[in-house]
């Protein structure tokens, strides 16, 4: 690093693990086991971390009474810091946790499956915590460290707007769990496709003719086949136009219950991480 390092404490991030990178590392914070701890006690046997049952006002009487009836799911809460960030941005930046550190923070997230936010951030809907599991390389400090090194070269090359974009949906994609039912995920799912769309547009000239090609083109443009995934494109693409434009779902109401596909939201997730992962990786090539 050539400067010196700004410390960031963020989580939370349930494995105590010790991450090297170009630019810096990731270290657990002293009371990590602790906090571990405190925070498997209040996990959902789904893996999932729910919000905290809170009065939403409080207000004391001159007797001393709290308002009575207020309880319910927190919107926004805090979860304890699990880990220190120490990074040495390549250039100035105004606001570092929307810059290199919110970059590396929600790749982070990004690489265990979870969602991560900066300790004195809140949090709204549920974290997974335990549930889908990490990218094999995430198991690996040292190869962890290699492709985090290897993504913000990449990502500190890119222009101003296009370091933004993909930060945006790095944050974005983490979102998808906070949400329950298919329709809800397929519509964050989308919008992150878009998103990829535009950095494909921008970084690499790519053009498509109707807004039906989009996906197509960015696919093959970054090696990622889509019915591998079990994606049908034309499905997909006539499930957005139908729910964007007519608030219809399977052509029925969006959360009624009904025989249809269960897999299509979870399958453009797979799809939405094999192109993070190309545009990450292709670089300005």
């Avoid at 927190?74 to 250039?91: D, E, T």
């Avoid at 608030?247 to 897999?263: E, H």
């Amino acid at each position: 690093m050539t400067a010196s390092p700004t410390v960031i404490r963020f989580g939370f991030l349930p494995h105590k693990c010790v991450i090297e990178f170009g630019n810096g590392k990731i270290t657990p914070i002293s009371e990590f086991d602790r906090v571990a701890k405190a925070v498997k006690k209040r996990l959902h046997e789904d893996g999932h971390l729910y919000p905290p049952v809170l009065p939403s006002v409080i207000v004391v009487s001159a007797l001393g009474r709290k308002t009575p009836r207020t309880r319910r799911p927190a919107h926004l809460y805090q979860v304890p810091p699990s880990h220190n960030l120490y990074i040495a941005p390549q250039r100035h930046e105004s606001n570092i946790r929307e810059g290199s550190a919110g970059f590396v923070i929600h790749l982070l997230g990004f690489l265990f499956r979870t969602r991560l936010q900066f300790a004195d951030w809140f949090y709204d809907g549920r974290i997974p915590v335990d549930f889908t599991g990490t990218f094999a390389l995430a198991r690996d400090p040292i190869q962890a460290g290699n492709y985090i090194s290897n993504a913000y070269e990449t990502w500190s090359n890119w222009p101003e707007v296009e370091r933004t974009r993909f930060t945006n949906i790095l944050y974005m994609h983490s979102r998808v769990s906070a949400y329950e039912w298919d329709w809800e995920q397929f519509t964050l799912e989308y919008m992150i496709l878009d998103a990829c769309w535009k950095m494909g547009q921008k970084l690499f000239k790519l053009h498509a003719k109707t807004n039906a090609d989009r996906i197509p083109v960015l696919c093959k443009a970054m090696g990622v086949e889509p019915h591998h995934l079990g994606i049908d494109l034309k499905t997909m693409t006539d499930l957005r136009n139908d729910l964007f434009h007519e608030g219809l779902w399977y052509k029925a109401r969006p959360s009624s219950v009904g025989r249809r596909p269960f897999y299509i939201h979870a399958a453009m997730g797979a799809l939405c991480k094999e192109l993070i992962l190309a545009l990450i990786g292709r670089g300005k090539k």
